[in-house]
């Protein structure tokens, strides 16, 4: 299904990439030569042909040579590969530039999403690696990949950081030894806090009592409480932020736990998993509870982006040739999950044809009423945005029929 979106149907695939995709193939060095490769939509659609469809070097050369794309060798794929980097971070970039920032929010520090996924050779029957990168927000460019055996742990203490990080990390990495290495470096985290796995202490030094302090959470508005915790001889201060979920959200998460581990699973930790419970060192005067909670939620939602492209990374060749090749082995990953969840998310624009055409628009198929989109607008445009190409009923010119009333339905 890949291959044949980056081959037969390419055509859709370039009405969802930024308007300038081409010219900034040359702008970030991707193309500085058009010897065997005569363009930026070449050297993309080999990218993703051999990422996205999970060909090796060799096959894609190969398929592509047979498509008449280009001829070249597996050697000089890779080599236009590792010198595309900048240019596929530049893409997702363009793919996720609507990202909102939670309001006070201070921009000078370097958000960063830290994550990690299993992937398999081709013919493995089992994981192999594990792949520990690095997004940063809101550009979603590739900083840090790290390929170990698939024993390598999910830690914060392997992220390479600088003063004025912030790390955004789920439940998997809340442990006391990362949080400590991370604060150790003058940086600081927002991290799903994982319960009895990250024991805190209130102001007295004594034991907090998570539970309890949930308890007193009115309805759904959020709680903020001041606790620290100690790690190798060292105390550091932290700030837990929670809320409660919905009656429907609790119980999904609950049916989840029953599943995972059956009849052993703790009452208290039922009682958990009624609450989203964050961990952070900001201080909440600079980034106030909701700031941070709105900061995990976006986390979260490019979290379903991830899902997606941990799916693609279980697939194809894993280049770990060197850091550069796998950086940007990794942003084409991130690039096609960008492009996927992009297609699901406007198929209710799509047609039984399968992709939104572009130009003019019949309403209701009726003859006479075509409207001309806006220039520049195709994929993802959102006919309720905009009063230039879509009138309301009550400005339709005279001569249109008038709305039926009543109590019967119209018929589809």
Not at 57 to 64: E, F, Y
């Amino acid at each position: 299904m890949r291959e044949e979106l980056f081959s037969a149907d390419w055509d859709v695939v370039k009405r969802l990439l930024p308007g300038d995709w081409e010219a900034s193939a040359r702008q970030c060095g991707a193309l500085r030569r058009s010897r065997n490769v005569a363009s930026a939509e070449t050297l993309l659609r080999l990218i993703l042909l051999h990422v996205a469809g999970g060909l090796s070097l060799r096959q894609t050369v190969v398929r592509a040579q047979v498509f008449g794309w280009a001829s070249l060798s597996d050697v000089a794929l890779l080599k236009r590969l590792r010198a595309s980097a900048n240019w596929l971070e530049s893409l997702c970039w363009g793919m996720w530039s609507s990202w909102d920032w939670p309001a006070g929010v201070a921009q000078g520090r370097r958000w960063r999403i830290v994550d990690a996924t299993t992937a398999q050779e081709p013919g493995a029957t089992g994981i192999d690696w594990r792949v520990h990168y690095v997004v940063g927000l809101p550009s979603l460019g590739c900083e840090f990949v790290s390929v170990t055996s698939f024993r390598g742990a999910e830690t914060l203490c392997r992220i390479p950081v600088r003063p004025a990080d912030v790390l955004l990390a789920d439940r998997g990495y809340s442990h006391r030894a990362g949080v400590d290495w991370v604060l150790s470096q003058k940086a600081d985290v927002i991290v799903r806090h994982n319960g009895p796995s990250f024991p805190l202490l209130d102001s007295q030094g004594k034991d907090f009592d998570l539970l309890g302090a949930l308890r007193s959470l009115h309805q759904h508005e959020p709680g903020t409480w001041k606790v620290k915790f100690e790690y190798q001889e060292r105390t550091w201060a932290v700030w837990l932020h929670a809320v409660r979920k919905s009656t429907a959200a609790a119980q999904h998460a609950k049916e989840v736990l029953r599943k995972e581990r059956g009849a052993s699973v703790q009452p208290q930790t039922l009682e958990l998993a009624e609450y989203v419970v964050v961990l952070t060192s900001l201080n909440p005067r600079a980034v106030r509870a909701l700031s941070v909670l709105g900061l995990y939620r976006g986390r979260w939602q490019i979290e379903l982006v991830f899902k997606r492209l941990k799916s693609l990374l279980g697939v194809g060749e894993l280049a770990k040739y060197d850091e550069d090749s796998a950086k940007a082995w990794l942003q084409a990953k991130l690039l096609t999950a960008l492009l996927m969840e992009r297609l699901e998310r406007e198929a209710f624009l799509f047609s039984p044809w399968g992709y939104p055409l572009l130009g003019k628009v019949a309403l209701a198929g009726v003859s006479g009423t075509e409207r001309q989109l806006p220039a520049g607008r195709g994929a993802g445009f959102n006919p309720e945005a905009t009063s230039e190409a879509w009138p309301s009923p009550e400005t339709e010119t005279e001569g249109t029929p008038p709305q039926a009333s009543g109590t019967d339905e119209s018929i589809s």
